[in-house]
């Protein structure tokens, strides 16, 4: 799946104090469950969809974070596989991926853009 | 090749062992090959009988599966005996009147307990001690008894009365002999057994000659002894020895013995050539041997001489160690020293009851026997010494002294050569071991499966473990027990980091001890650590990020992202006035109830941002979290006990409330379930808990390490008769014990398993204080208990944690609109996909990830 950028407009989403740290939370941005994750080890936000796809339901901002091989990834609640908050990807299962959006902070507000920039699968 | 008919009459452990021999053997394809056995089921354990009662299970005892027979295309009958061999038409016949006909025979038809010729021994409620049927016929039998008496003062007499003590009864043994296990041990070993014996509560009474049973004034038999004493009882349990079933072979004019037993030559073949006898039935050299050791090397002598290769038995050792009535005894080789010039060195402690004896050569260089009793730690390497003639270390008697500095540390693995035999049973030398480890197998597991080495009597499984540790040790072969990528430890050893340097969080081990960010393994694991060590709110600021979801949002997530919620019913004990609020509230949030197997009752289908409103009511109603969601000490399930129940001996329910409420909470390396029974009908399934308490007369039977689940274990013994202070004492320091020393997610059970040293070593630490911490564990479970909060209680208190954490959406109201509930059996459940595309079409998320 290739999802070409439409826009680069940044969307805004909630304030940095709103952000769980080493955690994640979940936003809806126009529609879609967006789940947000903030490393300040990193000093870095990261935002993938919400939906894990292999338990089929709306968890994965309520999933441990951490890094594996020195990527920062996210353990799916239900069933434990990991996805790397930079690119979307399935550790345990390369043909599976996420959505990936870009996430960054500004002046104290947490945005995203839509146009997911996952690995194409 | 004409394929020739072999015949086997008797699956005992023995026949069972040559048929399993032959079929993986060259001679599997030349016969066709029929089976006759008694006894409704297929060959097992019997060597292992008692451990029936354990779980009234005869499954697990088996050692065959009718699969086995079906797979090998063997003709196996069942339930049916055989009676009669005509030898000149080769023909056996069967009691349900099957005739089958032989090239070779082979007789495996075992022995049968001896009953003494008492007038009286016939009657009702007069037992022996041989058969699966034999037990449940005792048992029942028990049920409606006070008083058992065992005749018999051998190894299985001392078993049967293990067992009639453990079904409740005040437990007596008759001997003939003058002392216990006078075949095997020496006087001075038979009097101390007997006083450990005696010790237990078991009376013995030795040297007595029953002349007659009668029925008794006050029980039900008296019996009288040929001295003028008699004793009363309520039944009686014959385990005088054994006979060898014969009559077959005497039948069919085959040479026997002039005390019974086929007599048979060193090939295992009778007074006929095309018939062979194995095990307890056949008489070699004058000798009946009524162990299965000897059984199965006789099965293999066959199942080698009919593969077409030599093979001849040539006698056996009858060494034993074993456990009576959790009093170790072993005996090796000559133990009473009747080898000409032979002389002994003996070690007798009256305080701690240990008897030992070696009997060595005349040159003080061999070892020719040994008698241990109290102690039998020494039997491995004393029978290494023995087997393979090792020259003994002068003087011989430090091998039995009490470990000073300058005593041997025994003989290890390495002095053991290749040849040296690890397993008698199934015949395994160091050598076979040492060459699967040489090809890459390395688990202790798999060198069982492939050799089957400690899987007969188990009595090796310490000496295989030596030496398989040795021989990984000697390769360099390490097992990696890191914990994950970012903590180059084991669980153990963080715990002791954190202990030593009284570290309070994540990050702090993390620069010290640590890199990277941790993972969704080392965050629960060391979360659990600070917890069980500290007992801080999980959800404070330094600790929430390292919880797992369920201890994130204090419930337990379900597959499709809503949670359950368990609130706390302490032993299973509610109001009507509870129940009523859990139904109320179920019915307003419009939950899914189920009962549990704990005695709770769970509440499913709730969404995250109806957690804390639900947990409102359930706290205004008196209820308290339930910890279902942490990995931590979760019910202690119980039976109604003593206050109701016609046959309760004590109140397991007051019990077991007052358990839960003490260790409620209390977070450990694994989820930890317990349970009390008031008495020994086990109507609250203790054996099969972390912690398992059943009520006795006299207190408490505390059981250990017990798990149901996937992988089944039955609970260890672990204390008898136990008074209400001690018990909570000895509980204190085994779950401190174990929180410190077991891996990440690891059960009592398979920490158990995998516990060097096992139950005794347990024993020694938490019982006798041999490391000498006992008080420490119990400060730590005594600060837990102390410290205990409800969580749900403070999370409902934090205004800031309910409007972060429990809203679905940070930037919007609503909910997750993927949670859709089907309505079944009059209750919601989750929708399937296919059920969530009819209802609301496919969520736009799905097409993405498909």
């Given amino acids: ?121 | 090749m004409q394929r020739k008919k072999l015949v086997i009459i008797g699956n005992g452990m023995v026949g069972h062992h040559f048929v399993e021999t032959l079929v993986q053997s060259p001679a599997a394809q030349s016969f066709d090959i029929t089976v006759f056995g008694e006894e409704p089921r297929p060959a097992y354990d019997r060597v292992h009988l008692t451990s029936w009662f354990e779980t009234r299970n005869p499954e697990a005892l088996s050692l065959a599966s009718l699969d086995f027979y079906r797979t090998h295309g063997i003709d196996l009958h069942l339930g049916d005996k055989a009676i009669s061999i005509d030898r000149t038409h080769k023909i056996v016949r069967s009691e349900k009147g099957i005739e089958v006909a032989y090239d070779i025979l082979v007789l495996a038809t075992g022995s049968y307990p001896f009953v003494p010729p008492i007038p009286g021994h016939n009657q009702e409620y007069c037992f022996v001690y041989r058969t699966i049927e034999d037990l449940e016929a005792i048992t029942q039998a028990a049920g409606e008894s006070r008083i058992g008496t065992v005749v018999g003062g051998g190894l299985l007499g001392l078993e049967a009365a293990k067992a009639l003590q453990d079904l409740g009864l005040e437990t007596h043994v008759v001997e003939f002999a003058p002392r216990l296990m006078a075949v095997q041990l020496d006087e001075d070993g038979g009097a101390m057994l007997q006083r450990k014996i005696e010790a237990l509560g078991v009376g013995i009474h030795t040297g007595k000659n029953t002349r007659n049973i009668t029925p008794g004034k006050f029980q039900r038999l008296k019996m009288e002894f040929t001295d003028g004493d008699a004793l009363e009882t309520d039944l009686i349990v014959f385990s005088a020895g054994i006979r060898p079933r014969d009559e077959l072979a005497r039948q069919t004019g085959l040479e026997v013995g002039d005390r019974g037993g086929i007599v048979i030559d060193d090939q295992c073949r009778t007074s006929d050539p095309d018939i062979f006898a194995i095990g307890e039935c056949a008489l070699w050299h004058g000798q009946i041997f009524g162990l299965v050791a000897p059984g199965y090397q006789m099965a293999r002598v066959v199942a080698d001489l009919l593969s077409g290769r030599e093979a001849a038995f040539t006698g056996a050792d009858l060494s034993t160690k074993l456990k009576l009535m959790g009093v170790e005894v072993g005996t090796i080789g000559d133990s009473h020293g009747r080898t000409p010039g032979a002389h002994s060195y003996v070690y007798k402690n009256e305080a701690d009851e240990v008897y030992k004896r070696l009997i060595v050569s005349q040159d003080n260089h061999k070892l020719l026997g040994a008698v241990l009793v109290g102690d039998s730690s020494t039997y491995d390497t004393l029978l290494q010494y023995y087997q393979n003639g090792i020259d003994l270390p002068q003087p011989p008697d430090a091998l039995i002294l009490p470990n000073t500095e300058a005593a041997p540390t025994g003989l290890g693995p390495d002095a053991l050569p290749e040849s040296a035999t690890l397993c008698s049973c199934h015949n395994v030398t160091k050598g076979q071991v040492v060459e699967l480890i040489d090809q890459g197998v390395a688990a202790l597991a798999d060198i069982k499966a492939e050799t089957k080495a400690s899987t007969g009597c188990g009595g090796c499984a310490g000496l295989l473990k030596s030496v398989v540790d040795a021989e990984l040790a000697r390769r360099g072969i390490e097992v990696n027990k890191d914990l994950c990528e970012h903590f180059p430890y084991s669980r153990q050893e963080l715990y002791h980091i954190i202990r030593v340097e009284q570290i309070r969080t994540f990050d702090e081990l993390l620069e010290k001890h640590g890199k990277g960010l941790g993972c969704d393994i080392c965050k629960p694991a060391v979360a659990s650590i600070l917890a069980s060590y500290w007992n801080d709110y999980v959800l404070s600021d330094k600790y929430f990020k390292l919880q797992d979801t369920n201890d994130y949002r204090l419930a337990n997530l379900q597959k499709d992202g809503t949670y359950s919620v368990v609130p706390r019913i302490p032993g299973g004990e509610i109001t009507p006035e509870k129940l009523i609020v859990l139904g109320e509230v179920a019915r307003k949030y419009k939950l899914y109830t189920k009962i549990t197997g704990g005695q709770r009752i769970d509440l499913f289908g709730a969404r995250l941002e109806q957690l804390p409103h639900i947990w409102q009511e359930l706290i205004d109603a008196g209820f308290e979290s339930g910890h279902a969601y942490a990995k931590a000490v979760r019910t202690v399930k119980s039976c109604v006990g003593s206050t109701w129940c016609r046959y309760g001996v004590q109140d397991s329910v007051g019990m077991a409330i007052f358990l839960e409420n003490r260790y409620k909470g209390i977070r450990a390396p694994h989820k930890i379930k317990m349970a009390v029974s008031g008495c020994t009908r086990e109507c609250a399934e203790a054996q099969c808990k972390d912690i398992g308490v059943i009520a006795t007369e006299k207190g408490w039977n505390l059981y250990l390490c017990g798990n149901g689940g996937m992988k089944p274990r039955h609970a260890d013994l672990f204390a008898t008769d136990l008074d209400d202070e001690t018990l909570v004492r000895i509980i204190d320091r085994f779950l401190a014990f174990y929180i410190r020393t077991a891996d990440r997610l690891q059960r009592t059970a398979a920490w158990m398993e995998n516990l060097e040293g096992g139950l005794d070593y347990l024993r020694a630490v938490i019982v006798d204080n041999k490391l000498g911490i006992c008080a420490e564990l119990e400060r730590q479970i005594q600060h837990l208990v102390e410290t205990y909060e409800c969580e749900w209680k403070k999370t409902l208190e934090n205004e800031e944690i309910l409007k972060k954490r429990f809203r679905f959406f940070v930037n919007a109201e609503g909910s997750d609109d993927n949670v859709v509930f089907i309505e079944e059996r009059g209750q919601i459940r989750p929708a399937t996909l296919e059920e969530k595309r009819r209802i609301k079409g496919i969520p736009i998320e799905l097409e993405k990830a498909s």
């Fill in chain 1, 1 to 121: 799946m290739t999802v070409t950028t439409m826009t680069e407009t940044w969307i805004d989403v909630c304030r940095v104090e709103d952000l769980e740290p080493d955690a994640g939370i979940c936003a809806l941005v126009e529609g879609h469950q967006v789940a947000i994750f903030y490393l300040p080890k990193l000093e870095e936000v990261f935002a993938i969809g919400n939906y894990d796809p292999f338990s089929h339901a709306n968890v994965l901002s309520r999933g441990l974070t951490g890094d594996i091989g020195g990527e920062p990834v996210v353990a799916s609640p239900v069933y434990k596989q990991h996805f790397n908050l930079r690119t979307g990807r399935c550790l345990e299962d390369k043909s599976i991926s996420v959505p990936c959006y870009p996430a960054r902070i500004t002046k104290g507000r947490v945005q995203i853009q839509l146009s997911a920039q996952g690995d194409p699968v």
